[in-house]
Protein backbone atom coordinates (compact mmCIF):
# COMPACT_ATOMS: atom_id res chain seq x y z
CA UNK A 1 0.00 0.00 0.00
CA UNK A 2 0.84 3.85 0.01
CA UNK A 3 1.78 5.62 2.84
CA UNK A 4 -1.48 7.47 2.17
CA UNK A 5 -3.72 4.76 2.66
CA UNK A 6 -1.43 3.61 6.05
CA UNK A 7 -3.75 5.74 8.63
CA UNK A 8 -6.97 4.09 7.63
CA UNK A 9 -5.14 0.50 7.96
CA UNK A 10 -3.84 1.20 10.86
CA UNK A 11 -7.51 2.08 12.15
CA UNK A 12 -8.67 -1.54 11.04
CA UNK A 13 -6.09 -3.00 13.39
CA UNK A 14 -2.53 -3.92 14.17
CA UNK A 15 -0.70 -5.43 11.90
CA UNK A 16 2.23 -7.76 12.69
CA UNK A 17 4.56 -6.81 10.76
CA UNK A 18 5.14 -3.89 8.84
CA UNK A 19 7.61 -3.25 6.21
CA UNK A 20 7.96 0.44 5.57
CA UNK A 21 10.54 0.82 2.63
CA UNK A 22 11.57 3.78 0.26
CA UNK A 23 13.84 6.77 0.04
CA UNK A 24 11.09 9.58 1.36
CA UNK A 25 12.50 9.62 5.10
CA UNK A 26 9.74 11.96 6.29
CA UNK A 27 7.52 8.86 5.29
CA UNK A 28 9.27 6.16 6.87
CA UNK A 29 9.36 8.24 10.37
CA UNK A 30 5.69 9.43 10.00
CA UNK A 31 4.98 5.63 9.04
CA UNK A 32 7.03 5.38 12.74
CA UNK A 33 5.45 7.27 14.71
CA UNK A 34 1.60 6.56 13.60
CA UNK A 35 2.03 3.06 14.49
CA UNK A 36 3.73 4.09 18.15
CA UNK A 37 0.75 6.65 18.62
CA UNK A 38 -2.00 4.03 17.80
CA UNK A 39 -0.10 0.96 19.76
CA UNK A 40 2.21 1.90 22.12
CA UNK A 41 2.31 1.75 25.73
CA UNK A 42 4.73 2.50 27.91
CA UNK A 43 7.63 3.00 25.61
CA UNK A 44 10.63 2.85 27.67
CA UNK A 45 9.28 -0.84 28.46
CA UNK A 46 7.55 -1.74 25.57
CA UNK A 47 9.55 -0.46 22.89
CA UNK A 48 13.30 -2.05 21.65
CA UNK A 49 15.21 -1.27 18.56
CA UNK A 50 17.80 -2.62 16.12
CA UNK A 51 20.14 -1.97 13.83
CA UNK A 52 19.89 -4.71 10.98
CA UNK A 53 23.33 -4.01 9.74
CA UNK A 54 24.11 -5.67 13.14
CA UNK A 55 22.26 -8.81 12.23
CA UNK A 56 23.79 -11.31 10.49
CA UNK A 57 23.41 -15.09 11.07
CA UNK A 58 22.55 -15.92 14.69
CA UNK A 59 22.23 -12.38 15.53
CA UNK A 60 18.94 -12.33 14.30
CA UNK A 61 18.32 -14.35 17.00
CA UNK A 62 18.54 -11.40 19.62
CA UNK A 63 15.86 -9.43 17.18
CA UNK A 64 13.64 -12.99 17.16
CA UNK A 65 13.37 -13.15 21.07
CA UNK A 66 12.57 -9.27 21.81
CA UNK A 67 9.76 -9.90 19.51
CA UNK A 68 8.62 -12.64 21.57
CA UNK A 69 8.99 -10.87 24.90
CA UNK A 70 5.86 -10.31 26.81
CA UNK A 71 4.50 -6.78 27.14
CA UNK A 72 4.73 -4.93 30.45
CA UNK A 73 1.64 -3.97 31.43
CA UNK A 74 0.15 -3.48 27.79
CA UNK A 75 -1.05 -5.23 25.07
CA UNK A 76 1.46 -5.14 22.94
CA UNK A 77 5.37 -4.34 22.08
CA UNK A 78 6.90 -2.82 19.69
CA UNK A 79 10.34 -3.90 18.23
CA UNK A 80 11.67 -1.97 14.86
CA UNK A 81 14.56 -2.81 13.31
CA UNK A 82 16.07 -0.68 10.36
CA UNK A 83 18.15 -1.10 7.61
CA UNK A 84 17.32 -5.24 7.79
CA UNK A 85 18.08 -7.06 4.43
CA UNK A 86 18.26 -11.20 5.64
CA UNK A 87 19.57 -13.68 2.65
CA UNK A 88 16.63 -15.94 1.89
CA UNK A 89 18.78 -18.83 3.73
CA UNK A 90 18.71 -16.69 6.81
CA UNK A 91 14.65 -15.66 6.72
CA UNK A 92 13.96 -19.54 6.48
CA UNK A 93 16.28 -20.41 9.75
CA UNK A 94 15.42 -17.83 11.76
CA UNK A 95 12.38 -15.35 10.41
CA UNK A 96 10.09 -17.84 8.99
CA UNK A 97 9.29 -19.73 11.96
CA UNK A 98 8.59 -16.29 13.83
CA UNK A 99 6.38 -14.98 11.45
CA UNK A 100 4.71 -18.56 10.70
CA UNK A 101 4.38 -18.18 14.56
CA UNK A 102 3.91 -14.59 15.15
CA UNK A 103 2.47 -13.69 18.88
CA UNK A 104 -0.52 -11.37 19.50
CA UNK A 105 1.49 -9.35 21.62
CA UNK A 106 4.26 -7.86 19.53
CA UNK A 107 4.60 -5.66 16.82
CA UNK A 108 7.41 -5.66 14.12
CA UNK A 109 8.67 -2.95 12.09
CA UNK A 110 10.84 -3.21 9.61
CA UNK A 111 12.65 0.34 7.96
CA UNK A 112 14.07 0.36 4.99
CA UNK A 113 16.05 3.20 3.31
CA UNK A 114 15.86 0.73 -0.21
CA UNK A 115 15.29 -2.36 -1.28
CA UNK A 116 18.57 -4.77 -1.52
CA UNK A 117 18.99 -8.28 -2.47
CA UNK A 118 18.02 -11.00 -0.45
CA UNK A 119 14.61 -11.92 1.31
CA UNK A 120 11.67 -10.55 -0.17
CA UNK A 121 10.30 -9.47 2.89
CA UNK A 122 7.18 -7.81 1.11
CA UNK A 123 5.91 -10.72 -0.25
CA UNK A 124 6.26 -13.10 3.38
CA UNK A 125 3.43 -14.25 5.34
CA UNK A 126 1.80 -11.54 7.59
CA UNK A 127 4.05 -8.93 6.37
CA UNK A 128 2.23 -5.54 6.11
CA UNK A 129 4.24 -3.52 3.34
CA UNK A 130 4.18 0.33 2.69
CA UNK A 131 5.67 2.21 -0.12
CA UNK A 132 7.93 5.12 1.11
CA UNK A 133 8.90 6.07 -1.63
CA UNK A 134 8.97 9.73 -3.49
CA UNK A 135 5.28 10.40 -3.90
CA UNK A 136 4.87 12.30 -7.24
CA UNK A 137 3.90 16.11 -7.42
CA UNK A 138 -0.30 15.57 -7.26
CA UNK A 139 0.25 13.29 -4.27
CA UNK A 140 1.97 15.69 -2.47
CA UNK A 141 -0.58 18.11 -3.07
CA UNK A 142 -3.53 16.38 -2.17
CA UNK A 143 -1.54 15.75 1.30
CA UNK A 144 -0.97 19.38 1.24
CA UNK A 145 -4.67 20.42 0.80
CA UNK A 146 -6.05 17.41 3.00
CA UNK A 147 -3.16 18.26 5.83
CA UNK A 148 -4.37 22.12 5.66
CA UNK A 149 -8.28 21.27 6.04
CA UNK A 150 -7.69 19.43 8.72
CA UNK A 151 -6.46 22.74 10.37
CA UNK A 152 -9.24 24.41 9.88
CA UNK A 153 -7.52 25.82 6.72
CA UNK A 154 -8.71 26.02 3.48
CA UNK A 155 -6.22 26.01 0.49
CA UNK A 156 -6.97 26.41 -3.60
CA UNK A 157 -5.83 23.19 -5.51
CA UNK A 158 -3.77 25.24 -7.46
CA UNK A 159 -2.04 26.88 -4.68
CA UNK A 160 -1.69 23.71 -3.49
CA UNK A 161 0.11 22.56 -6.36
CA UNK A 162 2.17 25.31 -6.14
CA UNK A 163 3.55 24.87 -2.84
CA UNK A 164 4.21 20.80 -4.06
CA UNK A 165 6.15 22.72 -6.81
CA UNK A 166 8.39 25.18 -4.26
CA UNK A 167 9.17 22.01 -2.59
CA UNK A 168 10.16 20.08 -5.44
CA UNK A 169 7.49 17.25 -4.17
CA UNK A 170 10.21 16.72 -1.19
CA UNK A 171 8.07 15.46 1.54
CA UNK A 172 10.18 16.44 4.63
CA UNK A 173 10.40 20.11 3.32
CA UNK A 174 6.77 19.89 2.09
CA UNK A 175 5.76 19.12 5.79
CA UNK A 176 8.14 22.23 7.93
CA UNK A 177 6.54 24.56 5.05
CA UNK A 178 3.05 23.25 5.76
CA UNK A 179 3.26 23.46 9.25
CA UNK A 180 5.03 26.86 9.29
CA UNK A 181 1.61 27.82 6.96
CA UNK A 182 -0.82 26.61 9.62
CA UNK A 183 1.38 28.54 12.34
CA UNK A 184 0.71 31.69 10.26
CA UNK A 185 -2.92 31.42 9.10
CA UNK A 186 -4.46 29.75 12.18
CA UNK A 187 -7.32 28.92 10.05
CA UNK A 188 -9.40 30.69 7.45
CA UNK A 189 -8.60 30.81 4.13
CA UNK A 190 -4.75 30.55 2.60
CA UNK A 191 -4.03 32.74 -0.73
CA UNK A 192 -1.36 32.07 -3.33
CA UNK A 193 0.22 35.27 -2.44
CA UNK A 194 0.45 33.77 1.14
CA UNK A 195 2.14 30.73 -0.36
CA UNK A 196 4.41 32.70 -2.57
CA UNK A 197 5.56 34.76 0.41
CA UNK A 198 6.21 32.28 2.89
CA UNK A 199 7.02 29.46 1.92
CA UNK A 200 10.82 28.97 0.80
CA UNK A 201 11.45 28.06 -2.83
CA UNK A 202 14.22 25.21 -3.58
CA UNK A 203 17.13 26.72 -5.60
CA UNK A 204 16.24 23.87 -8.04
CA UNK A 205 12.97 25.14 -8.11
CA UNK A 206 14.34 28.56 -8.47
CA UNK A 207 16.44 27.72 -11.58
CA UNK A 208 13.15 25.80 -13.10
CA UNK A 209 11.91 29.09 -13.05
CA UNK A 210 14.74 30.76 -14.49
CA UNK A 211 14.56 28.37 -17.62
CA UNK A 212 10.56 28.45 -18.00
CA UNK A 213 11.69 32.44 -18.36
CA UNK A 214 13.97 31.74 -20.79
CA UNK A 215 11.53 29.54 -23.13
CA UNK A 216 8.76 32.13 -22.47
CA UNK A 217 11.52 35.09 -23.63
CA UNK A 218 10.65 36.72 -20.34
CA UNK A 219 13.96 38.60 -19.19
CA UNK A 220 11.96 40.77 -16.82
CA UNK A 221 10.93 37.52 -14.88
CA UNK A 222 14.76 36.47 -15.29
CA UNK A 223 16.40 39.19 -13.75
CA UNK A 224 13.77 38.72 -10.91
CA UNK A 225 14.68 35.52 -10.34
CA UNK A 226 18.21 35.38 -11.00
CA UNK A 227 18.77 38.69 -8.59
CA UNK A 228 16.64 36.59 -5.69
CA UNK A 229 18.99 33.77 -5.85
CA UNK A 230 22.05 35.77 -5.45
CA UNK A 231 20.31 37.57 -2.67
CA UNK A 232 19.98 34.20 -0.59
CA UNK A 233 23.42 32.97 -1.07
CA UNK A 234 23.92 31.87 -4.68
CA UNK A 235 26.79 32.97 -6.89
CA UNK A 236 26.93 33.48 -10.70
CA UNK A 237 28.66 29.85 -10.32
CA UNK A 238 26.22 28.35 -9.02
CA UNK A 239 23.86 29.83 -11.27
CA UNK A 240 25.88 28.92 -14.19
CA UNK A 241 25.87 25.43 -13.17
CA UNK A 242 22.53 25.13 -12.27
CA UNK A 243 21.17 25.92 -15.91
CA UNK A 244 24.28 23.92 -17.23
CA UNK A 245 22.66 21.10 -15.66
CA UNK A 246 19.27 21.44 -16.31
CA UNK A 247 19.89 22.82 -20.22
CA UNK A 248 21.65 18.99 -20.39
CA UNK A 249 18.84 17.82 -18.63
CA UNK A 250 16.27 18.92 -21.06
CA UNK A 251 18.66 17.94 -24.23
CA UNK A 252 19.17 14.57 -22.85
CA UNK A 253 15.35 13.90 -22.58
CA UNK A 254 14.28 15.71 -25.58
CA UNK A 255 16.49 13.96 -27.50
CA UNK A 256 15.46 9.87 -26.20
CA UNK A 257 13.53 8.02 -28.40
CA UNK A 258 11.69 6.20 -24.95
CA UNK A 259 8.85 7.14 -23.70
CA UNK A 260 8.24 9.02 -20.46
CA UNK A 261 7.66 6.10 -18.29
CA UNK A 262 10.80 4.14 -19.55
CA UNK A 263 12.95 7.24 -19.67
CA UNK A 264 11.85 7.89 -16.55
CA UNK A 265 12.59 4.16 -15.09
CA UNK A 266 15.97 4.31 -16.78
CA UNK A 267 17.23 7.27 -14.98
CA UNK A 268 15.62 7.78 -11.58
CA UNK A 269 13.18 10.26 -12.07
CA UNK A 270 9.28 10.62 -11.99
CA UNK A 271 7.08 10.67 -15.43
CA UNK A 272 5.62 14.03 -14.39
CA UNK A 273 9.13 14.99 -14.27
CA UNK A 274 9.97 13.76 -17.50
CA UNK A 275 6.98 15.37 -19.21
CA UNK A 276 7.44 18.77 -17.69
CA UNK A 277 11.17 18.45 -18.98
CA UNK A 278 10.11 17.58 -22.80
CA UNK A 279 7.28 19.91 -22.49
CA UNK A 280 9.59 22.66 -21.88
CA UNK A 281 12.68 21.96 -24.40
CA UNK A 282 9.88 21.86 -26.60
CA UNK A 283 9.47 25.73 -25.74
CA UNK A 284 13.22 26.18 -25.90
CA UNK A 285 14.03 23.78 -29.08
CA UNK A 286 16.62 21.52 -29.47
CA UNK A 287 19.16 23.34 -31.48
CA UNK A 288 19.03 26.15 -28.88
CA UNK A 289 19.71 23.48 -26.15
CA UNK A 290 22.77 22.11 -27.74
CA UNK A 291 24.02 25.70 -28.53
CA UNK A 292 22.98 26.86 -24.82
CA UNK A 293 24.38 23.40 -23.22
CA UNK A 294 27.95 23.93 -24.85
CA UNK A 295 28.14 27.22 -24.24
CA UNK A 296 27.48 27.46 -20.32
CA UNK A 297 30.07 23.90 -20.46
CA UNK A 298 32.44 26.23 -22.01
CA UNK A 299 31.51 29.26 -19.91
CA UNK A 300 32.30 27.07 -16.58
CA UNK A 301 35.93 26.24 -17.88
CA UNK A 302 37.04 29.30 -18.90
CA UNK A 303 36.19 30.64 -15.17
CA UNK A 304 38.25 27.74 -13.69
CA UNK A 305 41.34 28.09 -15.73
CA UNK A 306 41.15 32.16 -15.06
CA UNK A 307 40.50 33.37 -18.47
CA UNK A 308 36.99 34.86 -17.46
CA UNK A 309 35.45 35.87 -14.28
CA UNK A 310 32.36 34.35 -12.60
CA UNK A 311 29.98 37.48 -13.52
CA UNK A 312 31.11 38.49 -17.15
CA UNK A 313 30.74 34.50 -17.86
CA UNK A 314 27.05 35.11 -16.79
CA UNK A 315 26.45 37.99 -18.45
CA UNK A 316 27.27 36.93 -21.87
CA UNK A 317 25.74 33.54 -21.42
CA UNK A 318 22.19 35.40 -20.74
CA UNK A 319 23.05 37.71 -23.21
CA UNK A 320 23.63 35.03 -25.67
CA UNK A 321 20.94 32.97 -24.47
CA UNK A 322 17.95 36.10 -24.54
CA UNK A 323 19.14 37.99 -27.26
CA UNK A 324 21.34 35.37 -29.30
CA UNK A 325 18.54 32.74 -29.74
CA UNK A 326 17.81 30.81 -32.73
Known amino acids: ???????????????????????????????????????????????????????????????????????????????????????????????????????????????????????DLKRKKCVTYVDCGKADAETVARWIYITLKRAQISCSAATCASIADYCLADMSRVSVEVRKLIDYKGSGVLTQEEADDLVYKDADYRI??????????????????????????????????????????????????????????????????????RRQAAAVGEKNLAAWTGMLYDALSDIKSGAMTPASALQICENSIFFGRK
Open 1 to 119: MKFTELKDNIAAGAAKVYLFEGEDAYFRKRAEEMVKEAFLTLPELNFSSFEGENLRGAAIGGLVSAVRNYPFMAERRIVRVTDFHPTESEFENYLKPLFEDFPDTAILMIVNRESKRGA
Open 208 to 277: YEMTGAIARGDHGTYILVSSDLKSKGSDEISILNGLFSHFRNLLSASSSPLSDAAYARENGMKEYAVKMN
